[in-house]
C-alpha cells in the first residue's frame, strides 16, 4: 500500500543518554529516591521510566528535603540555582549537557567584555532560564520570529547566542534581521545549535519533499521535536505531526498517502519510534527504507560524581 523513508539520525544524542545514564547510575549508586530539577530530558515516556525507578521530579528545589540527593536536568541551571543548592547542604551531580554548558560559558565571556548579549530562543525553556542566570541584566531573550522586539539599545556592543534546540534556518535568519540593527553584531565562536538537532533537522529535510506525511515522534515539550515538524513542513512535507508514542497518531493522516516519513526528537527512546513503525505496517505500510545522513560517534563522559577512578 505505501512506503515509510525513516530518517537517520533520530533519537537520542550523546547529551539525552548521559543525562538519562546520570540519573539511572545515581539510583543505582544511591538508592531512591534520587530527586531531579525539572524533568532531566523533555520526554514523557522516559521521565514516567525513571519515575518507576525512584526518580523524584520537582520544580524547584525547595521541593528537596534536606540531605537529599538532587540532579540538575540537561537543560542546565543558573548559577543561583547551585548556590541555593549549596547553602541547603545538598548533594548535587550536574546533567547539563556539555553543548549548553558551553554556552554558558560564551555568555559569561561576552558579558565579561562588556557586551550586551542577544538570546535568541524561548523564554520560557529551561535552557534559556539558566543562561540568562549567567549574566543577569546582560542578557536580552528574543524569540526568533520576533526579533523585533529585542530590547538593547545598541549603547554597548552587542553579541549573539541562541538556544541549542532552535531551527538553523530559523536562527540565522533572526541573526541576520539582528545585523541589520546593530551591523556589528558579534557572533559566537561556533554555532550554539547542536549538532544532534542539526543532523536531526537535515535528515529529515533530506526525506520530507518525498513524503505526503512525516509523523515526529517526540513530547510536546521537546523544542527539538517541535523543530522537526516546522523543517518538515518547510521542506516540503505534505503534512507533518508530533506524536508522543503511536497511540497518538490518526488513522485519518493515511488518506491519500503512499510515503511516510518517520523521525524522532533527541530525547525518544527508539522503542518509540519501533512502536509507531509497527502502527503504520499494520495499516498497510510495512515497506521500511532507512535513509542515513550521518553517523554520530560522539560521547559524553558521566559528571564527575558517578566516574569510576579509571575514567577521565
Avoid at 49 to 63: H, K, N, P, W
Avoid at 72 to 99: Q, Y
Avoid at 135 to 158: K, L, N, Y
Wanted: with cysteine.
Amino acid at each position: 500500500m505505501g512506503r515509510v523513508l525513516l530518517a537517520a539520525p533520530r533519537g537520542f544524542c550523546a547529551g539525552v543518554e548521559r543525562a538519562i545514564t546520570t540519573v539511572e547510575e545515581a539510583l543505582d549508586r544511591f538508592g531512591p529516591p534520587v530527586y531531579v530539577r525539572k524533568q532531566i530530558v523533555h520526554n514523557t515516556s522516559v521521565i514516567h521510566d525513571l519515575s518507576r525507578r525512584g526518580a523524584v521530579f520537582v520544580d524547584e528545589l525547595d521541593e528537596v528535603p534536606d540531605g537529599a540527593l538532587v540532579v540538575f536536568s540537561a537543560h542546565g541551571v543558573a548559577p543561583a540555582v547551585k548556590e541555593e543548592a549549596r547553602l541547603r547542604g545538598l548533594a548535587t551531580i550536574d546533567a547539563t549537557c556539555p553543548l549548553v554548558t558551553k554556552v554558558h560559558k560564551e555568555a559569561v565571556r561576552m558579558a565579561e567584555a562588556g557586551y550586551e548579549i542577544v538570546l535568541i530562543g524561548h523564554a520560557e525553556h529551561e535552557e534559556v532560564e539558566g543562561t540568562v542566570g549567567e549574566a543577569p541584566g546582560r542578557i536580552h531573550v528574543v524569540d526568533p520570529a520576533r526579533t523585533e522586539d529585542v530590547t538593547a539599545d545598541g549603547s554597548a556592543p552587542v553579541g549573539w547566542l541562541s538556544q541549542t534546540t532552535l531551527a538553523v534556518d530559523e536562527t540565522m535568519r533572526a541573526v541576520e534581521e539582528l545585523r541589520g540593527r546593530f551591523p556589528g553584531l558579534a557572533d559566537p565562536p561556533s554555532d550554539d545549535i547542536c549538532y544532534a538537532s542539526q543532523n536531526r533537522q537535515e535528515a529529515v529535510t533530506g526525506i520530507a519533499s518525498g513524503c505526503d506525511l512525516v509523523i515526529v515522534v517526540g513530547s510536546a515539550n521537546s523544542s527539538n521535536s517541535r523543530r522537526l515538524v516546522e523543517v518538515a513542513v518547510n521542506a516540503g512535507a505534505g503534512a507533518a505531526y508530533l506524536v508522543d508514542r503511536a497511540s497518538d497518531a490518526d488513522e485519518r493522516w493515511l488518506v491519500g498517502v503512499r510515503t511516510v516519513g518517520v523521525s524522532s526528537g533527541a530525547s525518544v527512546p527508539e522503542a518509540l519510534v519501533e512502536e509507531l513503525l509497527g502502527w503504520l505496517a499494520a495499516r498497510g505500510y510495512a515497506d521500511v527504507e532507512e535513509v542515513t545522513l550521518t553517523e554520530e560517534t560522539l560521547t559524553f563522559s558521566l559528571p564527575p560524581e558517578l566516574r569510576s577512578p579509571r575514567e577521565p
